[in-house]
């Protein structure tokens, strides 16, 4: 019986409701404040990413760049100097077992699908 009447009390009862702005100033001026250092540790961070960004990474990419230019262009200065000893072709690449092996064709062929024949062999010839 005591059940059935604190179910009746409570539901006969007035209900209050606590709202977030009642007796906790304290609480949202310490929020508040969490909020500022929040803010201007983002704004700092920002700024460090920001610089290593300008300062170390591109330049990084363009001493990257300017060292791959240099040494695609030796490769090529390489390669013209190859085919000038061999009559304007480039020399046969040994026939090595482990090179350019196919156990089956590929469905368009013998050749890979992005097939160079100023750089790659022709499989079709063999």
Known sequence: MSM????SLARALPRTRGYATEGT???????KAKQVVAEAHAADTSNLWRRISFFVCLPGI?????????????????????KHENGGELPETPAYDYLNKRGS???????????NPKIQKDMTQE
């Open 4 to 7: 059935i009447l604190r179910r």
């Open 25 to 31: 100033e304290a609480k949202i001026n310490a929020w």
């Open 62 to 82: 363009v001493v990257t760049t300017l060292w791959v230019v240099k040494v695609e262009k030796e490769h090529a200065e390489h390669t013209e100097h190859l």
């Open 105 to 115: 064709p590929f469905p368009w062929g013998m050749n890979s699908l992005f097939f």
